[in-house]
């Protein structure tokens, strides 16, 4: 892939491959690499560039713009994504392309003068509902945030009835023929890119298909892997299915309970907990012994559920690893309204209980209540104690208003 390619008649994918690439931002694997796509839309009036490409690739990329128009046909560059895989270039080529006007979002701002390196850009930011017009093409700007930074948008061809979607229906996957009707099967990609770049956003996903769906889309023109020409609707669908919640508990709130043990005592309150929480009709408690528990299984459970309580002894004066190995997948997940709490059984010094939540706080679960903490072997009073604990963490899930601890 050495040129620049038609996408249709006015629009040219300008992308770059990385097809070497086998780890992206520290936490995803690229066994097919990744692209990094870039776009150049011609009008009578102009040249528009969507997006630009990681800095190392960017002779390759110029060679591309520079084979289809002068710099000073360039009047805009859309920047739907200020991470340096797509904004790498825009440095440079703010100096080519002097005069062009950069369009990013309002959440962007910030972000922009030290992204680009520039302080005499001009630039505008655009929501839903702005729109621009050069020659004979209207981009309608679409209001994305979160997918995947909180600055990202997408916009709309409306004449070509092209989604630029940003990092959105993106995947990390190379191959040479670029349209997902030509490439090989990239459907495990798409989908280990939704679950590591979207699945946090869910509610954001969903929010952005709602903008998608008043839309008439023919081709999808992502920041990654495959541009999606043949049947943009299937890849549509998948989003939504994977960020749907399902109902299966008709409103029944779900409390999931994770614990480790050494000597039962943690794993003795964590059953009287889950007794008090199952005291009310109107929630369902579920326990977990980490120790046994599989990653993918841990994030499917801490989806669905309202709630969830940790429970470990300290050991070494530290969390033990399952503990933070639970801890440490939250950063796929969606923590909006999810309610946290942690409990225990020490012998010595006890600090587990409130590293675990600390831990919860910072990820912005809502802690109502104190952690439950017993020296070594619960008494009779203490499991009641712990009965209780389950109860008002239940009756709190369900809606009870209480003052957050700090
Ligand atoms: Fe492809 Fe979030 O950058």
Not at 61 to 79: G, N, P, Q, T, W
Not at 363 to 392: A, H, S, W
Request: net charge negative; with cysteine; charged share 25%.
């Amino acid at each position: 892939m050495s040129g620049a390619i038609k996408v249709n008649k006015d629009i040219y994918y300008i992308g770059v491959s990385d097809p070497d690439i086998r780890t992206f931002d520290i936490i995803m694997k690229t066994a097919n690499g990744t692209t990094y796509n870039s776009y150049l839309v011609k009008t009578e009036e102009g040249v528009i560039i969507f997006d630009t490409v990681k800095k190392e690739f960017q002779d390759q990329f110029f060679a591309k713009v520079e084979s289809l128009c002068d710099y000073k046909d360039i009047k805009y560059i859309v920047m739907h994504h200020l991470e340096p895989d797509h904004s790498g270039a825009l440095p440079e080529l703010t100096k080519k392309a002097p005069n062009a006007k950069i369009f990013i979002s309002p959440m962007a701002q910030p972000m922009l003068k030290s992204i680009a390196q520039s302080d005499n850009m001009e630039f505008e930011t655009v929501w839903t509902n702005k729109e621009l017009k050069l020659g004979s093409k209207t981009l309608k700007f679409l209001s994305t945030p979160n997918l995947h930074w909180p600055e990202t948008m997408s916009s709309y061809l409306v004449e070509d009835k092209v989604l630029f979607s940003g990092d959105v229906f993106g995947s990390h996957y190379y191959d040479s023929r670029v349209f997902d009707d030509l490439v090989g099967d990239f459907d495990y990609a798409f989908k280990y890119y939704y679950e590591h770049i979207m699945r946090p956003f869910k509610s954001d996903v969903i929010k952005a298909l709602s903008l998608y769906e008043t839309l008439d889309i023919d081709t999808i023109c992502n920041l990654h892997g495959p541009i999606i020409r043949n049947n943009p609707n299937k890849y549509i669908e998948l989003y939504k299915k994977w960020s749907t919640k399902e109902d299966r508990h008709h409103g029944k709130k779900i409390i999931s309970i994770f614990y480790v043990t050494s000597y039962k005592n943690t794993k003795d309150m964590a059953e009287s907990i889950y007794n008090g929480i199952e005291s009310n009709e109107s929630l369902i408690a579920n326990i977990y012994d980490l120790t046994a528990l599989d990653e993918e299984n841990m994030l499917s459970i801490l989806e669905e559920s309202t709630g969830i309580l940790i429970g470990a002894p300290t050991i070494n004066g530290d969390v033990p690893k399952p503990v933070w190995d639970l801890l440490s997948c939250m950063m796929l997940l969606e923590k909006k309204g999810k309610f946290g709490g942690c409990f225990g059984s020490y012998g010595w010094s006890g600090e587990a209980v409130e590293m675990m939540n600390s831990r919860l706080k910072a990820l912005k679960f809502r802690v109502p209540l104190q952690p439950m903490k017993v020296k070594l072997i619960p008494t009779k009073e203490e499991l009641f104690d712990c009965y209780n604990f389950g109860v008002e963490f239940g009756e709190i899930v369900n809606g009870k208003m209480v003052e957050m601890t700090l």
